[in-house]
């Protein structure tokens, strides 16, 4: 059939409605804010975002815990929290942090305390207003992120822990299975910063000290193996210092010390 410019005219009208068509399609339903959400709104797909739960910190339900101290014209707020059934998650860890109810304040142990509830949780120290540290405890052990600041809010220093250690910390073990740890080399920063711990096969403690870029210092102390005191060392407290160190006392292996440093140069003098 001989198409006529009627038909013709029909078909364009038809294509360029069809187009307009199209084209309203798409936008409607790329662009239009209010017809998405309302069909979000009839079908139930808005997303809600979970409430966080309170007090729950490592999936443990905790307790609110908060002292003030009060200096002068200032006042020291201490906020945190503990759990009451406490555990020990490191058996090598130097530093446990608790609650003390009878001090009420907050103190380190080296075990478990039974008068007194181990910190687990967020923790803010304040002075008046202004916040000079804040971290983060598990199970009484310092854990991820530590920062202090001064008055100012000048941030002073940042800490990175991973049970109790300083993340980047070396560790040695005695045993392939990495079970028995011999020594913890602390390093921050790239270099040997802070204390130092060296065990037994036992477990018992075999040496402590602290580093301060790279270099000892302070009083070292070696023990044996049943937990006594063996040997101190003194360091500089200047790491740069170039003086010697020297033994200031030492024992023996029951107990009974066999040096003193201040009581023999008394007699040699």
């Given at each position: 059939m001989k198409k006529t410019p009627l038909t013709f005219f029909l078909i364009?009208?038809?294509?360029?409605?069809?187009?307009?068509?199209?084209?309203?399609?798409?936008a409607d339903t790329i662009s239009s804010r209010d017809l998405l959400f309302q069909e979000a709104e009839d079908t139930l797909m808005i997303t809600r975002k979970k409430k966080k739960k309170k007090n729950i910190f490592f999936g443990i339900k905790t307790k609110k815990g908060f002292i003030r101290t009060i200096s002068g014209r200032n006042n020291i707020y201490e906020n945190f929290f503990y759990i009451k059934d406490p555990e020990l998650k490191n058996v090598y860890a130097q530093e446990l942090y608790f609650y003390d109810k009878k001090k009420k304040k907050i103190v380190k142990s080296r075990k478990i305390l039974e008068d007194a509830l181990m910190l687990h949780g967020t923790y803010t120290k304040r002075f008046n207003d202004q916040v000079i540290e804040s971290g983060t405890f598990y199970y009484g052990l310092k854990q991820n992120r530590w920062i202090r600041l001064n008055r100012s809010d000048i941030l002073q220093d940042k800490e990175i822990y991973y049970l109790g250690w300083f993340d980047e910390s070396i560790r040695y073990f005695w045993d392939t299975e990495k079970l028995k740890l011999k020594?913890?080399?602390?390093?921050?920063?790239?270099?040997?910063?802070?204390?130092?711990?060296?065990?037994?096969?036992?477990?018992?403690i075999a040496a402590r000290g602290k580093f301060l870029h790279d270099k000892r210092i302070g009083v070292w102390t070696e023990f044996y193996n049943t937990?006594?005191?063996?040997?101190?060392?003194?360091?500089?407290?200047?790491?740069f210092n170039t003086n010697k160190q020297f033994i200031v006392r030492e024992w023996n292996n029951n107990g009974k010390l066999i040096y003193d440093r201040t009581l023999f140069l008394k007699r040699n003098n």
């Amino acid at each position: 059939m001989k198409k006529t410019p009627l038909t013709f005219f029909l078909i364009m009208i038809a294509s360029i409605s069809y187009s307009q068509d199209i084209f309203r399609l798409n936008a409607d339903t790329i662009s239009s804010r209010d017809l998405l959400f309302q069909e979000a709104e009839d079908t139930l797909m808005i997303t809600r975002k979970k409430k966080k739960k309170k007090n729950i910190f490592f999936g443990i339900k905790t307790k609110k815990g908060f002292i003030r101290t009060i200096s002068g014209r200032n006042n020291i707020y201490e906020n945190f929290f503990y759990i009451k059934d406490p555990e020990l998650k490191n058996v090598y860890a130097q530093e446990l942090y608790f609650y003390d109810k009878k001090k009420k304040k907050i103190v380190k142990s080296r075990k478990i305390l039974e008068d007194a509830l181990m910190l687990h949780g967020t923790y803010t120290k304040r002075f008046n207003d202004q916040v000079i540290e804040s971290g983060t405890f598990y199970y009484g052990l310092k854990q991820n992120r530590w920062i202090r600041l001064n008055r100012s809010d000048i941030l002073q220093d940042k800490e990175i822990y991973y049970l109790g250690w300083f993340d980047e910390s070396i560790r040695y073990f005695w045993d392939t299975e990495k079970l028995k740890l011999k020594e913890v080399l602390p390093i921050k920063y790239g270099e040997k910063n802070g204390n130092y711990y060296a065990f037994h096969l036992n477990g018992e403690i075999a040496a402590r000290g602290k580093f301060l870029h790279d270099k000892r210092i302070g009083v070292w102390t070696e023990f044996y193996n049943t937990g006594k005191k063996k040997r101190e060392i003194n360091y500089n407290e200047d790491p740069f210092n170039t003086n010697k160190q020297f033994i200031v006392r030492e024992w023996n292996n029951n107990g009974k010390l066999i040096y003193d440093r201040t009581l023999f140069l008394k007699r040699n003098n």
